[in-house]
């Protein structure tokens, strides 16, 4: 089951999830249904569910729960607004995974999430991470990217000023900065989360953004 599939990490993730022969169904949670020009929305093994993530319910029986919700405090419009997504939501569709017998849980976190932090953005990211080890899951994997580098503009996302600077930058000084800060590609911390999840390694797991470099095949 895959939550976030319209985002830039969670579309690479169900691409790949789609193409991999050891799923025999990809289930799509989501408040629409993926626009009909995406070709994945198309293939055989893709069920979508439309769902409230703040009312959730009737999730199916799966196996394995990746999670790539996510937004920012710009585009949510408050810090309350981006905590219903990135906190609430995001538990909401592992707790009602973990109900219907799902055993591995992968997410998409962020570089620096930690529930100490003053910074809002990592504190969230670390609370979630905490909630979610807590959950009773026998595998969870989190992956926590540094700067996400990806096709937006396919997925109808504005450019943002920074980002695009921060991206040259990260291009431009590639040699001299360390792993875990530079731009990682959205298709390799998806195959990163895949291949983590698919272990089913007991615990916890946390890949940091060096290790996700080079990821996809």
Do not use: C, W
């Amino acid at each position: 089951m895959v939550a976030g599939a319209t985002g830039l990490v969670g579309r690479e993730v169900l691409a790949a999830l789609l193409a991999d022969k050891t799923y025999r169904t990809v289930h799509v949670l989501g408040r629409r249904k993926l626009p009909p020009d995406l070709p994945e929305s198309a293939h055989p093994k893709l069920v979508q569910h439309i769902v409230d993530f703040a009312a959730l319910s009737g999730v199916p029986k799966v196996d394995d729960v990746y999670i790539a919700l996510g937004t920012t405090i710009q585009v949510a419009g408050s810090q309350a607004a981006f905590r219903a997504v990135d906190y609430d939501a995001v538990l909401a569709v592992a707790l009602a995974a973990y109900a219907q017998g799902a055993t591995n849980l992968g997410v998409v976190s962020a570089m620096g999430a930690d529930a100490t932090s003053k910074i809002f953005y990592s504190k969230v990211k670390g609370e979630i991470e905490h909630a979610l080890v807590r959950a009773g899951f026998k595998s969870v994997s989190f992956v926590r990217p540094s700067m996400l580098a990806g096709d937006r503009a396919s997925l109808q996302q504005h450019s943002r000023a920074g980002e695009r600077i921060g991206l040259a930058v990260s291009q431009l000084f590639k040699p001299l900065i360390p792993a875990n800060y530079r731009a990682v590609l959205a298709r390799d911390v998806a195959y990163g989360l895949i291949k983590a999840v698919k272990s089913g390694t007991p615990g916890v797991q946390t890949i940091l953004s060096g290790d996700l470099q080079g990821a996809a095949p």
